[in-house]
């Protein structure tokens, strides 16, 4: 392993403590609001989650990246205050315009998405979406100045604020109210409205601990700027619009393609909803992975420098990968427990939701190139075919399989852009990945995935004991095959985390 991918390794690490601790804070809801709500109110639920992702998107406009880009070339730290500044106050103005519409519209809003008798979830999910929005441009900020530490403790607060109201309005709140005490705030109608009060009240209190953190800068718009920063970024709104509808507009079609009344609908969309959340491990992996790809893939590389450094992340990144995919598929009727009871019957899908996981982690390494070379627009072509088959594949499979057709559809999709993203890589930055060596370690996963598969009708001490022989002889291969060093790259993690 070479220092470039020690101090990747060192960067993903740093992001990644904070982002599995926030996440794991985080996944203590899966459990709790599994069991204090029904498959219907958990529906519901999966179903507006789906919708803030793509709101999130439209709003940001792709301008996170943009400020990576923009701030890299950038002269000196005026030159950097100009672009945060223009890139935030771009967002900021989107966001507001997109709340007071929300609440104008509030009704209309709500009787269209089947909300008529809780139009409280608009807009308090507007809130939700906008707040986050305005904060996500400082959070990039941060991200580029290497502040860690700050943007470690800031999602920890909103993570600890949102788990301690949703204990607090599901916990303990009926019993008060019961009482006498507060019966004035508890409403059993209001359902999934309380975790989405309990996510605006924990957005709101981040985002005026992060202004706090931005050095005087307030949101403005510098117009040649804003020109250069949507010219980059718009590409990658478009693209970010139909990766979003490719990774969760499933959700939706559950609930519009699954024959039976709408509840029985809800019902589905609730457990496989809650079987996409025990996924999360291998999104967590992505997610503290792009974290510091980004900033350092956009400012630090060019030409065969950048190519090499990227063939060589992305056979890393593969290879924790499957051990993440052997981890979780052998061992998931232990992580199926992490569900309540009424959730279970679908966590067979689960390895077709990590191997899908896998392949849009694929596809972001495979994007690098065109972000770096400000080639934007073919990440609308990438996600665009995604998106197509997303559809296609929904409406074929979801009224015959129910939500097991959207997963296979969501697979179908993520595959299809990792050929069409490797092809155009090739093409126009012929990255050169070591194909053989990448297929070698698919072929070994999967080889050990159906041994653990064989072994499933033994005695479960005896069977456990070979899932985890099976891991382990993963790791020590790929460990021995690429000659890592683990202490060199345990100390690259350690300096880099000061």
């Not at 792009?290 to 992340?313: I, S, Y």
Request: glycine share 10%.
């Amino acid at each position: 392993m070479s220092n470039t991918m020690r101090r990747l390794a060192g960067q993903t690490v740093v992001y990644g403590i904070s982002t599995v601790l926030v996440k794991l804070l985080n996944y203590i809801l899966v459990p709790y609001l599994t069991r204090v709500m029904g498959q219907v109110a958990y529906g519901i639920y999966t179903q507006i989650y789906a919708f803030i992702p793509l709101a999130l998107v439209v709003l940001t406009m792709g301008l996170e990246s943009g400020y990576f880009r923009f701030a890299g070339k950038a002269g000196n730290e005026t030159a950097k205050k100009d672009v945060f500044a223009t890139a935030w106050g771009i967002v900021t103005a989107a966001s507001l315009l997109f709340f007071a519409l929300a609440a104008i519209f509030n009704r209309p809003l709500a009787d269209a998405m089947g909300y008529g008798e809780t139009p409280v979830y608009v807009w308090m999910t507007a809130g939700i979406i906008a707040l986050d929005s305005i904060g996500a441009v400082p959070f990039a900020r941060l991200r580029e100045q290497g502040r860690a530490g700050k943007y470690v403790m800031l999602r920890l607060v909103s993570v600890i604020v949102n788990l301690a109201l949703c204990f607090f309005f599901y916990g303990w709140l009926p019993s008060l109210a019961a009482n006498g005490i507060f019966e004035w705030a508890y409403n059993p109608m209001l359902g999934p409205g309380y975790a989405l009060l309990a996510n605006l009240v924990a957005s709101a209190v981040t985002l005026l601990l992060l202004l706090s953190l931005c050095g005087g800068v307030v949101p403005r718009i510098e117009r040649r700027m804003a020109r250069e920063l949507l010219l980059y970024s718009l590409p990658l709104l478009l693209s970010g619009i139909a990766g979003t509808a490719n990774e969760f507009i499933d959700r939706q079609m559950v609930v519009w393609l699954i024959p039976g009344d709408a509840q029985y609908a809800y019902g589905q969309l609730g457990i496989y909803g809650a079987v996409l959340r025990l996924g999360v491990v291998m999104t967590l992996f992505t997610t503290m992975y792009r974290l510091a790809a980004e900033p350092f893939f956009l400012a630090e590389f060019n030409g065969d420098d950048f190519r090499k450094t990227n063939a060589e992340a992305m056979k890393y990144f593969i290879i924790v990968s499957i051990l993440i995919f052997l981890v979780i598929a052998l061992f998931r009727d232990v992580f199926a427990l992490i569900l309540g009871s009424d959730f279970r019957e679908g966590v067979w899908i689960l390895p077709i939701v990590l191997l899908s996981n896998m392949l849009s982690g694929i596809v972001l390494n495979l994007s690098f190139w065109y972000k770096q070379t400000g080639a934007t627009r073919y990440a609308i072509y990438v996600t665009g075919t995604g998106l197509i088959f997303t559809v296609v594949f929904n409406i074929l499979l979801v009224p015959k399989l129910g939500y097991v057709g959207a997963a296979l559809a969501r697979l179908i999709c993520e595959t299809s852009m990792v050929v069409f993203s490797y092809m155009l890589n090739q093409k126009h930055c012929p990255v050169p990945y070591d194909l053989r060596r990448i297929g070698g370690y698919f072929m070994l996963g999967a080889v050990l995935y159906g041994t653990g598969i064989l072994c499933g009708g033994i005695v479960v001490w005896a069977r456990y004991l070979i899932y985890f022989s099976l891991v382990v002889i993963f790791a020590v291969y790929a460990v021995r095959r690429e000659h890592i060093n683990v202490g060199a790259m345990l100390r690259s993690m350690l300096h880099c985390g000061r």
